[in-house]
T-cell receptor
Framework: AQKVTQAQTEISVVEKEDVTLDCVYE???????LFWYKQPPSGELVFLIRRNSFDEQNEISGRYSWNFQISTSSFNFTLTASQVVDSAVYFC?????????????FGEGTQLTVNP | AAGVIQSPRHLIKEKRETATLKCYPI?????VYWYQQGPGQDPQFLISFYEKMQSDKGSIPDRFSAQQFSDYHSELNMSSLELGDSALYFCASSLTGWAPGETQYFGPGTRLLVL
């Protein structure tokens, strides 16, 4: 069975601070895919990034960066120079290689609050 | 760019009533997924369809059924509604369901309230 753990339930920072959201996953599959989604107060789920288990390269996209470490089964997300509009729930999710579909298994989410 | 469309956006029903949620995937996406998100919880996978056939089934109650039509839109039918069915229901679509790990793009969700 697959599992995603986001140990940080809530994080509060002041604007312009950097913040890292942790994600630890469990799977017996050697081929898997990891995702981050953002859920702002309006409720929609916004796709941020997708990585597969064969590509351990870290990635930077503007103020967002991701650190993927297979050795520790972690896929952490760092937001630099945070802004109030970044306040949202951030979900890490896992999909494994299956013949019947690609369901996402989500972590519990981390509520990020950026205060002015 | 076109996104996933869900209707209705909000729905209020009484216990034991039925509800139908609709989902229109991104054009050229052939796979649709349904998720249920309870208050303060993470989304839970219900069911998915690839090329109009059920491709995967999760924790979907027997009272719920779904299908994907020839134009690739999908409907989630919920009968004998219970208070616990109150949740945000998401539909997502991906370019193809046969390739694992395809990115799923989510619709805005349907917020169902059962009174």
């Amino acid at each position: 069975a697959q599992k995603v753990t986001q140990a940080q339930t809530e994080i509060s920072v002041v604007e312009k601070e950097d913040v890292t959201l942790d994600c630890v996953y469990e799977t017996r599959d050697t081929t898997y895919y990891l995702f981050w989604y953002k859920q702002p107060p309006s409720g929609e789920l916004v796709f941020l990034i997708r990585r597969n288990s064969f590509d351990e390269q870290n990635e930077i996209s503007g103020r967002y960066s991701w650190n993927f470490q297979i050795s520790t089964s972690s896929f952490n997300f760092t937001l630099t120079a945070s802004q109030v509009v970044d306040s949202a729930v951030y979900f890490c999710a896992l999909s494994v290689l299956e013949t019947s579909g690609s369901r996402l298994t989500f972590g519990e989410g981390t509520q990020l609050t950026v205060n002015p | 760019a076109a996104g996933v469309i869900q209707s209705p956006r909000h729905l209020i029903k009484e216990k034991r009533e039925t509800a139908t949620l609709k989902c229109y995937p991104i054009p050229r996406h052939d796979t649709v997924y349904w998720y249920q998100q309870g208050p303060g919880q993470d989304p839970q996978f219900l069911i998915s369809f690839y090329e109009k056939m059920q491709s995967d089934k999760g924790s979907i109650p027997d009272r719920f059924s779904a299908q994907q039509f020839s134009d690739y839109h999908s409907e989630l039918n919920m009968s004998s509604l219970e208070l616990g069915d109150s949740a945000l229901y998401f539909c997502a679509s991906s370019l193809t369901g046969w390739a694992p790990g395809e990115t799923q793009y989510f619709g805005p969700g349907t917020r169902l309230l059962v009174l």
